[in-house]
């Protein structure tokens, strides 16, 4: 659309033009008052989203903290290959004797040998039942039945069992295999009109037997090599004998050789760095609340910050007076709300009572941490619709949405009075150039009549 052709000054002699720019930059101060405002709340807007943002990092390393199998981290080790060592957070430190007599093993049979794997009729018709780990199992055997499709009847039926055609170079048997270890998986066959020679005595290769082993002297059976329950916290993977171990059932006892020596460390280091993480994410909160409310102190923000030095006071109960809360291991507070870890002392009190530094952050069975505190705290702080966070962003985005509608109704507005003053001064305008034309018009006529 074409600008409307401008008469400023055309009859009066007076810039209209720039009398309307300048009252229309007199009411835009009224706009620009309210951007002020905007831009205010924008800042308070940022500050307090990156407190939040701060906030989640920091849960975060409270997540770390608060369980126990992340920060009381073990080291576990062992001087023979013939045992593997794991643990989690509650094994105690220490050291044992293993040794291994027996591995736990699963039982292997074959049948007799036969001429081909895919000929039928070789070992007549009937019924193979099959019993192992409690259960029966009942495999019909026809008389088109080779040994491959029965090893696949078999591997049908159940899974307990594996079975296979085994070639032995000058014929093939049927090999069953168990899949657990274990005298309780031990596997019997009976045959009913058919001669697979499964429940011969001869066919049993490979018993099923339990592990046998000893830690510190004391006997430990187990249906599997993996000892799990043996040593709270520690899991005992067998996976070869102990040189010269041998079990003796009358006296139940092992004896001879060397044993593998099982040792349990704590790892104070990895503790530490956990509660470091902490400490940074703790002052990463605090630098944002300060930062923010050194611009303009917001009271939102300083209940956040007091929520969260509550939360570092926590005194845990059960825990000796001496090792109870986060001072007593050195974290100490800053003038400015920011902490500082003391690594002299915590160093100390983690080689005094590690399991206290532990249990005064993580959840130790019923007993709950400082971190749980803290999680608790934020947790509520940034619930939606009722939290302190939540809230205060709910409130700042209400507010700029609602000045963002004010600033577009004033410069509709604004824009209004500028059309109306350049309409008004243009009908001026064009009536005082009227009024000119036509004095010139009668002193024209004038002059013309005194000539005459």
């Given at each position: ?7 400023s000054?055309?009859?009066s002699?007076?810039d209209?033009d ?5 009252l229309v930059a007199?009411?835009?101060s ?13 800042s308070?807007?940022?500050g ?13 390393t409270?997540?770390t903290?608060?369980?126990q ?17 794991t643990a989690d ?7 044992y004797?293993?040794r291994v007599a027996?591995?736990?093993?699963a039982?292997?049979?074959?049948s ?9 009729g070789?070992?007549g018709?009937g ?5 192992v780990?409690?259960?029966d199992?009942?495999i ?5 039945d ?5 090893a696949s009847?078999i591997?049908?039926a159940?899974g ?12 093939y048997?049927?090999q ?17 009109g058919?001669?697979?020679?499964l429940?011969d ?5 490979v018993?099923?037997q339990?592990?046998?082993a ?7 059976t187990?249906?599997?090599?993996t ?6 916290g520690?899991?005992l993977?067998?996976?070869?004998t102990?040189?010269?171990?041998t ?20 790892d104070a280091?990895a ?8 400490i ?5 909160v605090?630098?944002?609340i ?6 303009s102190p917001?009271?939102t923000?300083l ?6 030095r509550?939360?570092?006071r ?13 001072a007593?291991?050195g974290i100490a ?5 920011t902490?500082r870890?003391?690594e ?6 983690a080689s005094e ?8 952050f ?9 971190a749980?505190?803290f ?11 009722t939290?302190l966070?939540?809230?205060k ?12 509608d004010r600033?577009d109704?004033?410069?509709?507005q ?9 309409k ?5 305008e ?9 004095g010139n ?5 004038l002059k013309?009549?005194?000539?005459s």
């Amino acid at each position: 659309m074409a600008s409307p052709i401008s008469l400023s000054g055309l009859g009066s002699g007076i810039d209209t033009d720039s009398l309307v720019t300048k009252l229309v930059a007199a009411n835009r101060s009224r706009i620009t008052s309210v951007q002020a405002q905007q831009t205010k709340l924008q800042s308070k807007q940022s500050g307090v989203n990156k407190v939040n943002d701060k906030l989640a990092a920091l849960e975060s390393t409270i997540v770390t903290l608060s369980d126990q199998a992340k920060i009381a981290v073990p080291t576990a080790a062992s001087t023979g290959s013939e045992v593997k060592v794991t643990a989690d957070g509650s094994a105690a430190q220490g050291s044992y004797d293993v040794r291994v007599a027996q591995l736990a093993k699963a039982e292997r049979s074959y049948s007799s040998s036969f001429a081909d794997k895919s000929t039928t009729g070789l070992f007549g018709a009937g019924n193979l039942r099959i019993s192992v780990s409690g259960s029966d199992f009942d495999i019909e055997v026809t008389a088109t039945d080779t040994l491959e499709s029965v090893a696949s009847k078999i591997n049908s039926a159940t899974g307990d069992v594996q079975a296979s055609v085994f070639s032995t170079g000058s014929g093939y048997r049927l090999q069953v295999a168990g899949q657990k270890t274990g005298t309780d998986n031990a596997i019997s066959f009976q045959e009913t009109g058919v001669s697979l020679g499964l429940s011969d005595p001869g066919a049993e290769v490979v018993s099923a037997q339990n592990a046998v082993a000893s830690v510190d002297g004391f006997v430990v059976t187990s249906q599997t090599n993996t000892l799990s329950s043996v040593l709270s916290g520690l899991t005992l993977q067998l996976q070869g004998t102990t040189s010269g171990a041998t079990y003796d059932s009358g006296t139940n006892s092992v004896t001879g050789g060397s044993a593998a020596t099982v040792s349990v460390s704590r790892d104070a280091a990895a503790l530490k760095t956990s509660i470091t993480s902490f400490i940074t994410a703790y002052n990463d909160v605090m630098g944002a609340i300060n930062t923010q409310n050194g611009k303009s102190p917001d009271p939102t923000l300083l209940t956040v910050a007091s929520k969260l030095r509550a939360a570092l006071r926590t005194t845990v109960t059960g825990l000796a007076a001496s090792s109870n809360s986060l001072a007593q291991i050195g974290i100490a507070t800053n003038k400015d709300g920011t902490v500082r870890l003391d690594e002299t002392l915590f160093n100390k009190k983690a080689s005094e009572d590690f399991g206290s530094v532990v249990g005064l952050f993580a959840n130790v069975a019923a007993r709950k941490g400082v971190a749980d505190a803290f999680k608790v705290s934020i947790d509520e702080m940034q619930q939606t619709g009722t939290g302190l966070i939540a809230a205060k962003q709910d409130s700042i985005n209400k507010n700029l949405l609602r000045i963002a509608d004010r600033i577009d109704t004033m410069n509709m507005q604004l824009d209004a009075y500028e059309a109306r003053l350049k309409k008004q001064f243009t009908a001026m305008e064009e009536a005082i150039a009227k009024i000119n034309a036509s004095g010139n018009a009668l002193t024209n006529m004038l002059k013309k009549s005194s000539d005459s």
